[in-house]
């Protein structure tokens, strides 16, 4: 009896060792599996990071986390035809498959993430016209404006686009940039007071049957203006007005007070411009100020747009868009359009102006 009672014992305290080590051995596994998958996770984030700080760069990252590691990829998404899935309302931008591969410190375990991303500009295209205007735009003064020679085709040149009449009242002309560059708009002019030719179009808007955006804000970012809150969280930086404006001042800068900009002060360069949105607020420009990018004057609800003013030569290299009608009665308008400054803005290979955003429902794991 002693002896059956002590194989028992014996049985038992196998049985419970082996179940213990069983135990010890699911738990490892389960820490391992979980180290994988936090390598893993860490690799989405620093191919994101690596995005929104470099652009578009299709490559293959390998890094350490602590003992763990992870690789990932970074590649274009094709369609059947082996041809980068794009948006059919961006002009430029890329959908891409990020698969990231974590190990243990041990490397016993993996585990592989999947997420697509959607990286584009801050831009859905460049400009159409170097001044766009809803509600139309009177100019008088003086004023020289050079046009986007190649806005409906090759040699199709548009200066001014509004959704209403416009009216040039003042001394000068819309011209070729040619003509610009030579301070020589009014010798070969576009338009001006005595005619206003195609080069200044008035159209009604899409809704009624035109061509003319029914939200120029969305037609500009992608935005309807009714959510203009999601870009303005976006912004590089949020101003009240634009005394710090200077030479290095590039990016998305949202201004919500009058912005004033000294006499003299040059605001960004041709290689690295300003996308300057002025809300509910006055613009004004002082002689011999100079700002290289794209100015948008918004106005958030109606009646609340801000002016525009421009004297003694100031000068926009680039363009400006109002979603609200405008008047220069006085002054000096110079406006000179310039397809490569916008185009660094428009480019998603450009970090400063590029945007990375998760496709909702795209994140897997294997």
Not at 306 to 313: D, E, F, P
Request: hydrophobic residues 40%.
């Amino acid at each position: 009896m002693s002896i059956l009672l002590l194989l028992l014992a014996l049985g038992s305290a196998v049985y419970s060792a082996k179940s213990e080590l069983i135990d010890i051995r699911i738990t490892n596994a389960e820490y391992r599996k979980n180290q994988a998958i936090l390598a893993a996770e860490s690799g989405l984030s620093h191919a994101l990071a690596h995005l929104d700080k470099r652009g578009k760069v299709l490559t293959t990252l390998n890094e350490n986390v602590g003992a763990n590691s992870f690789s990932v990829s970074i590649a274009e998404l094709l369609d059947a035809m082996g041809e980068p899935v794009q948006s059919s309302l961006w002009e430029n931008d890329s959908v891409l498959r990020l698969v990231s591969t974590g190990l243990s410190d041990d490397a016993s375990s993996t585990s592989t993430l999947e997420q697509k991303v959607w990286l584009h500009a801050i831009l859905r295209q460049v400009p159409d016209s170097a001044i766009t205007v809803a509600g139309g735009i009177g100019v008088g003064g003086s004023f020289r404006v050079g046009a986007n020679p190649n806005s409906s085709g090759i040699g199709v040149p548009l200066s001014i686009w509004s959704d209403s009449p416009v009216t040039l009242t003042g001394n000068g002309a819309t011209c070729g940039l040619e003509e610009y560059d030579q301070g020589a708009c009014e010798d070969k002019p576009y338009s001006d007071k005595t005619a206003l030719n195609a080069d200044v179009f008035s159209d009604t808007k899409i809704s009624a049957g035109g061509s003319f955006p029914d939200d120029l804000f969305e037609h500009t970012f992608g935005i309807p203006t009714a959510d203009y809150i999601r870009l303005k969280e976006q912004a590089d930086e949020e101003l009240t007005d634009c005394s710090s404006l200077n030479t290095a001042s590039t990016g998305l800068f949202w201004v919500t007070g009058d912005c004033t900009i000294n006499a003299g002060t040059i605001v960004a360069d041709a290689s690295t411009p300003i996308v300057l949105i002025i809300e509910d607020s006055d613009l004004k420009m002082n002689g011999g100020a100079v700002i290289y990018g794209l100015v948008y004057v918004l106005e958030t609800s109606f009646g609340s747009g801000g002016k525009v003013s421009m004297t003694g030569n100031a000068e926009i290299r680039g363009a400006i868009i109002s979603d609200h009608a405008i008047d220069i009665s006085s002054g000096t308008l110079d406006m000179r359009f310039d397809a490569e400054v916008l185009a660094k803005i428009a480019d998603p290979d450009n970090d400063i102006f590029a945007k990375v955003e998760l496709i909702p429902g795209s994140w897997k794991d294997f």
